[in-house]
């Protein structure tokens, strides 16, 4: 059983994994049940103990990533906490009166929808935020700027759930900043027939 939110926080019920794949059979192309399955079961296993991890919905546009980290809540609630892209400033800033995004995040998946933005940026930026990500997920992060602002966060206990276009494949820098934390799931979809259907 898996929850799911429905009109309020309060009213929550359990429905039934086959109950969710019913309802994106009926509604979209899915060639396999486990593009659906992956993700549901990466966005549970953040809430288990042990480490946190980043994983990569991978494929072409048209392909029902986006449809599928969509599914999760287009705003934050009480699982996830989605975002379109994140910039090096995003997660942890070194201006003293910013609101950095670590502190909202309380324990839930970060929702990346577009992370072929992010490996697209220059390759400094890119290494920062592959820095941040991979320090977030290990717990605890700080930051000393050269402005001598010191932030410093504990605790933390989210893991990222990205999608991205097959280009991630050629990010040799990202693989050797973020190791093992990285998984990628290539579900097998067509884009022809998920964007027909």
Known sequence: MISAETSTIESREDIPVNAVLEVFHKWYHIEEDYSILGPV??????????????????????????????SFGETANDFVYPVSSITEKTLVSGLPESK????????????????????SKKDDSQAQIFADIREITDGYIKKEFGNGVIKEYHGINSSFLCACTNIIER???????????????????????????
């Open 100 to 119: 950095d995004l670590i502190p909202r995040l309380n324990g839930r998946v970060v929702i990346i929808k577009d992370f072929t933005s992010i490996v």
């Open 171 to 197: 990010q040799y820098s990202m693989h050797s900043q973020l190791g093992q934390r990285a998984i990628f799931m290539r579900p097998r979809n067509d884009p022809v027939e998920a964007r027909k259907r």
């Open 41 to 70: 079961a990466f966005v549970i296993s953040n809430y288990l103990p042990g480490d946190h991890d980043v994983c990569f919905l991978v494929g072409p546009s048209g392909s029902t990533k986006t449809t599928t980290l969509r």
